[in-house]
C-alpha cells in the first residue's frame, strides 16, 4: 500500500535562514496566520535565534513593537490583532510555571514561549513547535514541527513557502 499511514506524524518544514533579519521574515510570515489561543513553542540553545524569532511576529502585528528579551520579566506584552505574550521559561522552575498564568494569557492572545520544551502538557499539545540549531555564526536551521489541532493548520499553512524543505 502507498501513501501515508492513517496515524503518520505530519513530517516537518525546515527553513535555513542566513541572516537573523532572515529569521524574522520566516516568524512575519507566519503573523497573519496567528489568533488567539495559538502558542509557539521556541526550542533550542541559548543565543539560537528564537528572541529574533518573537521580534518578526511582534513587529508583523505592530511595525513599532519594541522587544526585549523577557529573561528577567518573564512575560512582555506586545499589542496587535490580538496580544501577543512573550514568554521565557530558561529561569522559571517546573513548580513556578502554573503561577504565571499562562492558561488565561492563552486565551486572550497568542502565546510565544522561549524554552517551550518546559510548557505544561496541555499548552504544548497543540503547539507549533519551532526548533533552532545554530549551523555557523550567521546561519540557522528552524524545524517546525506540530502534533494536533492549531499547531497542525499552521505546520500545514507553511508547507510549500518558498525557502520550505
Ligand atoms: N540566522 C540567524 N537567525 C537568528 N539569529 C541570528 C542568525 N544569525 C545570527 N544571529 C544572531 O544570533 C543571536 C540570536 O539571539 P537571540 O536573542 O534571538 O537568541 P535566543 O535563542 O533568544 O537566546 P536565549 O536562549 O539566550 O534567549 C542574535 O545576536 C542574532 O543577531
Ligand atoms: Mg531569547
Not at 500500500?1 to 527553513?15: D, S
Not at 489568533?35 to 529574533?52: C, H, I
Not at 517551550?116 to 536551521?141: C, D, N, Q, Y
Request: net charge negative; glycine share 10%.
Amino acid at each position: 500500500m502507498t501513501g501515508p499511514r492513517p496515524n503518520a506524524p505530519a513530517a516537518a518544514v525546515h527553513f535555513e535562514t542566513g541572516s537573523a533579519d532572515l529569521t524574522e521574515r520566516v516568524a512575519e510570515r507566519l503573523a497573519p496566520l496567528l489568533q488567539a489561543g495559538d502558542v509557539l513553542s521556541l526550542e533550542g540553545p541559548l543565543g539560537a535565534g528564537k528572541t529574533r524569532f518573537v521580534m518578526g511576529v511582534a513587529r508583523a502585528f505592530d511595525p513599532h513593537a519594541h522587544v526585549r528579551s523577557p529573561t528577567f520579566t518573564l512575560v512582555n506584552e506586545y499589542p496587535g490583532r490580538c496580544p501577543l505574550f512573550h514568554v521565557d521559561l530558561y529561569r522559571v522552575e517546573p513548580s513556578a510555571v502554573e503561577p504565571l498564568g499562562l492558561d488565561e494569557l492563552n486565551e486572550r492572545g497568542v502565546l510565544a514561549v522561549e524554552w517551550g520544551e518546559k510548557l505544561p502538557t496541555h499548552l504544548a499539545r497543540e503547539a507549533l513547535r519551532v526548533s533552532f540549531e545554530i549551523l555557523a555564526a550567521e546561519s540557522r536551521a528552524l524545524t517546525l514541527s506540530a502534533e494536533a489541532g492549531r499547531g497542525l493548520a499552521l505546520l500545514e499553512a507553511c508547507r510549500g513557502w518558498k525557502g520550505a524543505r
